[in-house]
């Protein structure tokens, strides 16, 4: 069954330092999605994006974080400069449509600032 | 907040029994949707009800939805050891296509 795949599963990376997260999304999707979850709270939407652009963006989404579908298949995100608060697991998501359709959510990367 | 709340935060039962979650939502929807997650893994979608639709199943997966009193339920039935998880809510709204607004969860176990 196509799924969604993320890398690295665990990252480690001092303050300040930039962070890309990598997914590949299911192959015949259109939408993409970060989402995030801090230890013990709610899942959130990051950003959704769409026909090579951002669909929408949380006020999470600040000038340190960006998103690129760099080529036909890869969907990163880039943090600039990591903040302790950062830590999170981030999901990767994608979806064939918008509006009735589900989610297809990645396993995780577990993102630890030190 | 547009954000669903699940009640109760934590459910124990015996496997065999059935777990019945709940959740409410603040404003009108699109659709609301059920995801479980696994410790430390991702998120699965279960079902999928529109704003149009009061009843929906799925195996042993009933979802209602009441949108007067913006509050859906998940029953699952005949629950199994496998079923521990944490489930979800999660609702879409019309004009934020694709931006899913999800709950705190509702830890389920099961004891076999």
């Known amino acids: 069954e196509p799924e969604v795949t993320q890398t690295p599963s665990h990252q480690v990376t001092q303050m300040g330092q930039e962070v890309i997260l990598r997914c590949v999304p299911i192959?015949?999707?259109?939408?993409f999605y970060w989402y995030r979850q801090i230890l013990g709270q709610k899942v959130e939407f990051l950003v959704s994006f769409y026909n090579n652009e951002i669909s929408e963006k949380s006020e999470i989404f600040d000038d340190q974080f960006s998103v690129e579908r760099p080529d036909g298949s890869n969907f990163t995100l880039k943090i600039r400069s990591t903040k302790l608060e950062d830590s999170a697991m981030y999901f990767c998501?994608?979806?064939?449509?918008?509006?009735?359709?589900?989610?297809?959510f990645g396993e995780g990367s577990r993102l630890t600032v030190l | 907040s547009q954000q669903g709340e699940e009640d109760p935060q934590a459910l124990s039962i015996q496997e065999g029994e059935n777990a019945t979650m709940n959740c409410s939502y603040k404003t009108s929807i699109n659709n609301l949707q059920w995801y479980r997650q696994n410790s430390g893994r991702g998120l699965v979608h279960l079902i999928l009800?529109?704003?149009?639709?009061r009843e929906k199943h799925s195996g042993r997966l009933r979802v209602t939805l009441d949108t007067s009193k913006k509050s859906s339920s998940l029953l699952i039935t005949a629950s199994r050891a496998a079923d521990t998880a944490s489930y979800f809510c999660a609702t879409e709204r019309g004009s934020t296509l694709g931006r899913l607004y999800f709950g705190r969860g509702t830890q389920l176990t099961v004891w076999p």
């Open positions: 192959s015949n999707h259109l939408y």
């Open positions: 998501a994608s979806s064939a449509r918008v509006g009735t359709g589900e989610l297809f």
């Open positions: 009800i529109r704003s149009n639709e």
